[in-house]
């Protein structure tokens, strides 16, 4: 699959207000988020790598302590086993990419 047409892929609800849709390779995950105003993510972190950009909205972003404010054109790299958390200030679009591969990610898009 070299060509990827985002608008052709399942979307699904990860956690409440964040719909996501992702391409997985062997070793990397690369999702667009669809997030819905006032949506927060929880603080967490994962072993995963994570590149962050804003295409649309505005998106405070808490990373270790730091906080800040993304809007459009701007982003965020949070590097493995870092305590991370959202929350979408207005609607967002915003691409991610992970690495390695978020199985995670991966197994819950399999029927069950």
């Known amino acids: 699959m070299p060509f990827i047409s985002w608008n052709e892929l399942p979307e699904r609800e990860v956690t409440k207000g964040f719909h996501a849709r992702m391409v997985h390779g062997e070793k990397a995950t690369h999702s667009l988020w669809r997030i819905e105003e006032g949506s927060v993510l929880k603080l967490h972190s994962h072993p995963h790598e994570q590149f962050t950009y804003v ?3 505005a998106l405070e972003l808490d990373v270790e302590g730091e906080v800040r404010v993304l809007r459009p ?21 915003v ?4 690495a390695p591969v978020r199985e995670d990610y991966r197994d819950a898009e399999r029927p069950r």
Not at 75 to 93: E, F, N, Q, V
Not at 95 to 98: K, R, W
């Open 73 to 93: 054109g701007e982003g965020a790299y949070i590097p493995s086993d870092t305590p991370h958390m959202g929350k979408a200030l207005r609607p967002c679009l």
């Open 55 to 57: 295409l649309e909205g």
């Open 95 to 98: 691409m991610d990419f992970f």
